[in-house]
C-alpha cells in the first residue's frame, strides 16, 4: 500500500476503498479510464468527487456543471452532515443490495443513491431561505433520475432507494434513518389538504416496490410495507402490512426488515385491519 492509500484509509476508509477500487476499474476496463479518473481519482476526498460527479448530472443549459459543482461544494463544505450521511447511504446500498457488488458501482452508477445525494443538497438549500434553488433542484432530479422528492422533506441517513425509478415524497413527509424502499413508492397526501399532510415514516422500515402511504400518518420503526399496498392508516411498530388497503397481517418477520431486505410474506390472513 502507498503512503497515500495509507493516508486515505486512515482518514476515512470508505473512501480509501472506494479509490483503490476505482484504480483497479481503471486498470481492467480501459474505456472508462478516462471517466474514473476525472470522477475519483483525480479528487482528494469523497465529498469533491462526489460533487464533480452530481454536477455533470445535475448541470445543463441553465445551471452550467461548473456552477452546479460550486452550488454541491458549498453546501457540503457548510453542512458536514451530508458527508456523514453519504458515506451512510453508500454503505447501506453496498450492504443490502445484492447487485452492488462494489462501493465504486453504487457511487458510479445507482441513481437512487445519486438522486439522494442531490435531494441532501436542496435541502440544505431550502433550509437556508433559498427555495426557488431548491426547487429547480427537485425539477432536475425527477428529470435525470425519475426520483421526485420535495426539497422541505426530511430524510435520516443510511437510506437506500433500490431502482428508484418513480418513487415520490412529499413536502412534509419524514424518513428516518436505516430505511431501505423500492421503485414506486409514494410518500404522498391523500388530496387538496396543507399543513403537515404526509408520512412518517420510523427508523428501520422496509417499503416494497409500488407500495403507497398516504396521509400524515406513522409507519412504526422496524415495519415492513408489502409490494403493491396501499396505506391509509399508521402501522404498529415491527409489524407486515399488505394489501388494499393495507391490513397487519403479522410481525416484521426480522428485527431488522430494512437490512434483512425480506419482501416474501407468508400468509396473507389479517391479524386486524389497522
Known sequence: MSAQA??????????????????????VEPSLASFVHATILTHEKLEDALSYHLARKIGGDDVSPMLAREIFEEAMAADPAIGDAVRSDLSAVFERDPACHSYLDAFLFYKGFLALQCYR??????????????????????????????????????????????????????????????HGVTLGGTGKEKGDRHPKVRRGVLISAGAKILGNIEIGEYSRVGAGSVVLKSVPPGCTVAGVPARVIGCAGSERPSQTMNQIIESFEPDYQI
Do not use: Y
Not at 6 to 26: G, V, Y
Open 6 to 27: 495509507e493516508k486515505l484509509d486512515l482518514c476515512d476508509p470508505l473512501w480509501s476503498a472506494l479509490h483503490a477500487q476505482a484504480e483497479e476499474l481503471a486498470r
Open 121 to 182: 443538497v436542496a435541502h440544505w438549500l431550502w433550509q437556508h431561505d433559498r427555495q426557488p434553488l431548491a426547487l429547480f433542484m427537485q425539477g432536475r432530479i425527477s428529470e435525470r433520475f425519475a426520483v421526485d422528492i420535495h426539497p422541505a422533506a426530511r430524510i435520516g441517513r443510511g437510506i437506500m432507494m433500490d431502482h428508484a425509478t418513480g418513487i415520490v415524497i412529499g413536502e412534509t413527509a419524514v424518513v428516518e434513518d436505516d430505511v431501505s424502499m423500492l
